[in-house]
């Protein structure tokens, strides 16, 4: 039955040129500001193109689950066309921008599509930081994409596996050692998982090695672990991970890093250790999109390659320009501090500018953009995390059980919270990570030719100047 035979009014459809003639908002980045700007402008009357080099959004805070085969890579991972199936003004497109023209309003992907905008929004994210020493990139993997957690992931059960078939005692100490640089949320959170794997999860099923002498060492350059967290979780953070087994380091910094052989700064004395799986969770740099704005409009960056936005996040001059997520050096806050790069930030971040998109286009004023920080948590392993809820702190067990909660509340489509939920409730009752897979190569990096006869040396300068490398 037709609608003018059921009596009701036919609904209107519009046209292509109808729809071509709404204003245009171009967003870069399908991750958490992207995402969250998409879906926030899902009714409003405008048409949106969202742009991603992957067709899938990624839920960053559980990538070192899957690199510790407790979660499959699909658990955490959700296609940008199902999430955005419903909001018809939304159409996705899988690309790269390699350009961007802000006088002429124009994108460029990377064969040359040009795309025009009447808003653009760039949530690009960000990279690996190695502070000068990218050749230690291959050596020691960091964590931002599931390539980099399916190989963290391989270099990690491919060590033990390594250490079952080898015959040399010093060569098998460097191989069931893992180094994690970094004792922020995603190395403290790391750490702890690659513990609960070593000594829990895997501790029987090798016959000629014994998991439990895994060692496992977290470095952190500043005094003490989680350094933006309040002093006493940092305090309980440590206890819970040195209760796990963990070595926690502080107030130690990576030197260099040489096959499997590290270099650590501690005071005046530079230690040499041997480990075969280094893996990187100490710093951040901007995507490279920081770059190319900064010298299209003269925007500056700060010393990580992050734009300083104004206080409605958009870049000086270009009032229909804005940037977020990781991307944004935002310090228009109380304390003038940049906001933190984290998820809870970028979620704001991008419903925020689908508001202030929509108040432009009917000229109301828009009010500078507030973060409401409703708190920091870190999981440390079973029943042991710390959480910051700014009325409260808590550690131990409640803090872990609001970290469940939270992070299932937070992933994008219900199969996902499922799916999670059940696998973490398995794992929880039997020990068990079942995503243990090796796939791809089957060589160690970092593995050398030769292995010092000692496992630590420490560097010192002699009488003529000279130095030499004595046991540590």
Same mark, same amino acid.
């Given at each position: 039955?037709?609608?003018?035979?059921?009596?009701?009014?036919?609904?209107?459809?519009?046209?292509?040129?109808?729809?071509?003639?709404?204003?245009?908002?171009?967003?870069?980045?399908?991750?958490?500001?992207?995402?969250?700007?998409?879906?926030?402008?899902?009714?409003?009357?405008?048409?949106?193109?969202?742009?991603?080099?992957?067709?899938?959004?990624?839920?960053?805070?559980?990538?070192?689950?899957?690199?510790?085969?407790?979660?499959?890579?699909?658990?955490?991972?959700?296609?940008?066309?199902?999430?955005?199936?419903?909001?018809?003004?939304?159409?996705?497109?899988?690309?790269?921008?390699?350009?961007?023209?802000?006088?002429?309003?124009?994108?460029?992907?990377?064969?040359?599509?040009?795309?025009?905008?009447?808003?653009?929004?760039?949530?690009?994210?960000?990279?690996?930081?190695?502070?000068?020493?990218?050749?230690?990139?291959?050596?020691?993997?960091?964590?931002?994409?599931?390539?980099?957690?399916?190989?963290?992931?391989?270099?990690?059960?491919?060590?033990?596996?390594?250490?079952?078939?080898?015959?040399?005692?010093?060569?098998?100490?460097?191989?069931?050692?893992?180094?994690?640089?970094?004792?922020?949320?995603?190395?403290?959170?790391?750490?702890?998982?690659?513990?609960?794997?070593?000594?829990?999860?895997?501790?029987?099923?090798?016959?000629?090695?014994?998991?439990?002498e895994t060692k496992i060492i977290l470095l952190e350059g500043m005094d003490r672990v989680l350094p933006p967290y309040p002093s006493d979780l940092s305090v309980a953070?440590?206890?819970?991970?040195?209760?796990?087994?963990?070595?926690?380091?502080?107030?130690?910094?990576v030197t260099n890093i040489d096959g499997d052989t590290v270099s650590i700064k501690h005071g005046g004395a530079v230690t040499e250790m041997q480990a075969c799986t280094?893996?990187?969770?100490?710093?951040?740099k901007a995507s490279p999109l920081g770059k190319a704005i900064s010298d299209k409009t003269g925007a500056e960056t700060d010393r990580i390659g992050r734009v300083i936005?104004?206080?409605?996040?958009?870049?000086?001059?270009?009032?229909?320009?804005? $940037?977020? /997520? @990781?991307?944004?050096?935002? %310090?228009?806050? *109380?304390?003038?501090?940049?906001?933190?790069? &984290?998820?809870? +930030?970028?979620?704001?971040?991008?419903?925020?500018?689908?508001?202030?998109?929509?108040?432009?286009?009917?000229?109301?004023?828009?009010?500078?953009?507030?973060?409401?920080?409703?708190?920091?948590?870190?999981?440390?392993?079973?029943?042991?995390?710390?959480?910051?809820?700014?009325?409260?702190?808590?550690?131990?067990?409640?803090?872990?059980?609001?970290?469940?909660?939270?992070?299932?509340?937070?992933?994008?489509?219900?199969?996902?919270?499922?799916?999670?939920?059940?696998?973490?409730?398995?794992?929880?009752?039997?020990?068990?990570?079942?995503?243990?897979? $090796?796939? /791809? @190569?089957?060589?160690?990096? %970092?593995?050398? *030719?030769?292995?010092?006869?000692?496992?630590? &040396?420490?560097? +010192?300068?002699?009488?003529?100047?000279?130095?030499?490398?004595?046991?540590?």
């Amino acid at each position: 039955m037709t609608a003018a035979l059921s009596g009701q009014a036919p609904i209107a459809q519009k046209t292509t040129a109808e729809q071509n003639s709404l204003h245009h908002v171009v967003i870069v980045g399908g991750g958490f500001a992207g995402l969250y700007a998409a879906k926030s402008l899902g009714k409003a009357p405008v048409r949106v193109t969202l742009i991603d080099k992957r067709n899938f959004h990624l839920f960053q805070p559980l990538l070192y689950q899957v690199a510790t085969g407790g979660l499959s890579a699909g658990d955490i991972s959700s296609p940008l066309r199902s999430v955005l199936s419903r909001q018809k003004n939304v159409k996705v497109l899988m690309g790269e921008v390699v350009d961007i023209d802000p006088d002429a309003q124009k994108v460029t992907l990377k064969r040359n599509e040009v795309i025009d905008y009447d808003s653009l929004i760039l949530a690009t994210g960000s990279s690996h930081h190695y502070f000068g020493n990218d050749q230690w990139a291959d050596i020691a993997p960091g964590m931002k994409t599931i390539e980099d957690a399916l190989e963290v992931r391989r270099r990690i059960f491919l060590a033990f596996e390594a250490a079952e078939k080898e015959t040399d005692p010093e060569r098998r100490k460097a191989l069931l050692t893992f180094l994690v640089v970094g004792a922020g949320p995603t190395g403290v959170e790391l750490a702890g998982a690659l513990a609960e794997l070593a000594y829990e999860t895997i501790k029987d099923d090798f016959t000629d090695i014994d998991p439990q002498e895994t060692k496992i060492i977290l470095l952190e350059g500043m005094d003490r672990v989680l350094p933006p967290y309040p002093s006493d979780l940092s305090v309980a953070a440590k206890a819970s991970l040195e209760k796990l087994g963990v070595e926690v380091r502080t107030q130690s910094l990576v030197t260099n890093i040489d096959g499997d052989t590290v270099s650590i700064k501690h005071g005046g004395a530079v230690t040499e250790m041997q480990a075969c799986t280094v893996l990187w969770a100490a710093g951040i740099k901007a995507s490279p999109l920081g770059k190319a704005i900064s010298d299209k409009t003269g925007a500056e960056t700060d010393r990580i390659g992050r734009v300083i936005v104004e206080a409605d996040m958009s870049v000086p001059n270009y009032p229909n320009l804005y $940037i977020a /997520g @990781d991307l944004a050096h935002y %310090a228009h806050q *109380e304390d003038g501090k940049p906001l933190p790069g &984290t998820a809870a +930030v970028a979620m704001q971040m991008g419903s925020y500018l689908a508001k202030t998109v929509k108040a432009k286009l009917v000229h109301r004023p828009v009010a500078p953009f507030n973060y409401k920080n409703k708190g920091n948590m870190a999981v440390i392993g079973r029943n042991e995390a710390v959480a910051d809820l700014n009325f409260m702190k808590l550690s131990g067990f409640p803090a872990w059980f609001i970290w469940i909660f939270v992070h299932i509340y937070f992933l994008i489509e219900f199969d996902n919270k499922l799916l999670v939920l059940l696998q973490w409730g398995w794992n929880y009752f039997t020990y068990q990570r079942g995503a243990r897979l $090796i796939t /791809g @190569d089957d060589s160690i990096p %970092a593995l050398s *030719e030769t292995v010092l006869n000692e496992m630590e &040396t420490e560097i +010192v300068t002699v009488g003529d100047g000279k130095k030499e490398m004595v046991k540590a």
